[in-house]
């Protein structure tokens, strides 16, 4: 571990949220803490797992709960924003994209030539990922 040392004082004073003296908790860990209540978090971690391998089953369940309901009202939000956008706001975007065309364009080519490897390497990772997206471009292609 190559943390920096700092007492809980300092970190109060620092405004940090964690501290490291380097000794080890109750538990045996050597491991950050928390300023607010002292805990280790190793601890934390640990307690929490346990209480997620007990609860999964509900946990899961109140999740699925809060994104249908959020879901469900930002999706209904999403489709008002873009019914009542109007055509002057997508024309202002056309407009918009279409200045900034040519220097996204000239950022790319810089980067791509800067960077080869990474970018040859991104998109053989990607081909992989996606074979049905590929083939249907070469058939497309083909088929032209």
Do not use: I
Request: glycine content about 4%.
């Amino acid at each position: 571990m190559n943390l920096q040392k700092l007492t809980r004082a300092e970190a109060l004073q620092a405004g940090a949220k964690r501290y490291f003296t380097g000794q080890p908790c109750s538990k045996g860990h050597v491991a950050e803490r928390l300023v607010s209540n002292f805990g280790c978090l190793e601890c934390a971690a640990e307690k929490f797992k346990r209480y997620y391998q007990c609860n999964a089953d509900a946990l899961r369940a109140r999740v699925a709960e809060w994104r249908l309901a959020n879901n469900e009202d930002l999706n209904a939000r999403r489709r008002h924003d873009r019914a009542a956008m109007g055509d002057e706001y997508r024309a202002a975007r056309r407009e918009e994209y279409s200045r900034n065309a040519d220097r996204e364009r000239r950022r790319v080519a810089a980067y791509r030539s800067a960077n080869p490897e990474k970018v040859r390497a991104s998109q053989s990772q990607w081909q992989q990922a996606n074979r049905h997206m590929k083939a249907a471009a070469q058939g497309r292609r083909k088929a032209a």
